[in-house]
């Protein structure tokens, strides 16, 4: 199988989930490409092509970090393949880590992503289903209410105060298009500077105004999905316990919270039954789910991570699981012979 990681930037990748992604295909003894979302390249008259980075088969790597370290060295491989050339374009970059200057990057890889999918390559997760859940906050809406707290998007300071006042005056005030906790308020009655906030992330675009869980103060759990499960092995769950720091609400590792591993309780086993039937209509086949007691408050479709800890907290590797979901969706279409949408395969175990 030759399968390309669609990363921000290869050079500047770090080891974590898309890392030892990559790594367990390469031990599995696929052809393993990467590329940045300013690698695409299309003329009307041919397919699309990528420019590529790749660590030659017979290289021996000894840990995702080793890989890493050999793909962006001077001894990896540049290579331009089209899109008749590879199997699997699985986008793993995340719009909302691009800098000022970036803007171009957001939107590329799952622009470009729909572009292969139409010339035959399997893309993960389903190109369209990232179109529709691209800003995966606003996608978050479309989920059952029953297991999600109550919130407003809006840009309108007046409905954000109306909101506040709703919820005796305490909620979290964060933007719609925004990741690893930057710019998350908990906004309380002692709070004298919410007009100044909320003009703040207004500046940054839509704000979504969010009712706030006194659980959260025992962190929150991440749940990965694949294909609409939770991930499995061993009898041990995919699951992912971050703890905040002290003196912080955000349960962000790039905030400070720490990892511990978790079980599936009933309420989150809830929130799964509910979510999963959805994710797996949209073609959404690698999915992480945040969840605070018995409500699910985010859902992470573009670049779901955080198995770089795994290993830390006595959780098995799950990384050859994921690959292998991938082969046989492969052999599904091989078999299949065009039958199958991609959406389709996206999910099929």
């Not at 290289?59 to 962006?72: A, D, G, I, N, V």
């Not at 105060?161 to 719609?176: A, G, I, R, S, Y």
């Not at 009655?189 to 659980?215: D, H, M, W």
């Not at 198995?307 to 994921?322: A, N, Q, S």
Request: charged share 30%; proline share 4%; with cysteine.
């Amino acid at each position: 199988m030759k399968i390309c990681f669609v990363l921000n930037d290869v050079e500047t990748e770090k080891v974590g989930t898309s890392a030892l992604l990559m790594n367990a295909a390469f031990n599995r003894g696929h052809e393993v490409f990467a590329m940045g979302v300013g690698d695409f390249n299309f003329h009307h008259d041919g397919p699309v092509s990528i420019n590529t980075t790749h660590v030659p088969k017979n290289t021996k790597t000894k840990s995702p970090k080793k890989f890493l370290e050999f793909l962006q060295s001077s001894k990896a491989k540049k290579k331009r393949l089209t899109s008749k050339d590879i199997d699997v374009l699985f986008i793993r970059n995340n719009p909302t880590e691009e800098e000022s200057g970036r803007e171009w990057a957001e939107q590329s890889g799952v622009a470009f992503g729909r572009m292969m999918q139409q010339e035959g390559v399997l893309v993960l997760n389903d190109a369209y289903a990232l179109s529709h859940a691209f800003i995966d906050k606003l996608y978050f809406e479309e989920l059952p209410e029953s297991i999600k707290p109550d919130s407003l998007i809006t840009r309108s300071k007046e409905d954000i105060l109306k909101f506040w006042e709703k919820h005796d005056k305490k909620m979290v005030l964060k933007p719609l298009e925004g990741s690893g906790g930057r710019d998350v308020y908990l906004i309380d009655e002692n709070e004298k500077n919410v007009n100044q906030i909320i003009e703040t992330i207004s500046q940054q675009g839509y704000v979504i105004a969010q009712e706030f869980l006194p659980a959260v103060k025992d962190g929150d759990v991440r749940i990965l999905l694949l294909n609409g499960r939770v991930m499995i092995k061993d009898g041990v769950q995919a699951i992912i316990r971050r703890s905040p720091g002290e003196g912080e609400f955000r349960s962000n590792f790039t905030q400070g919270a720490t990892a511990n591993s978790s079980v599936l309780t009933p309420e989150m086993q809830r929130i799964v039954d509910l979510t999963a039937p959805k994710l797996i209509r949209d073609g959404l086949f690698f999915v992480g789910l945040d969840v605070v007691k018995d409500k699910l408050i985010e859902i992470n479709v573009l670049s779901p991570g955080g198995m770089e800890r795994f290993k830390d907290i006595g959780l098995p590797d799950f990384t050859p699981m994921v690959i292998e979901a991938i082969e046989r969706k492969i052999d599904y279409k091989e078999m299949y012979k065009g039958q199958l949408s991609n959406q389709v395969l996206a999910t099929m175990e």
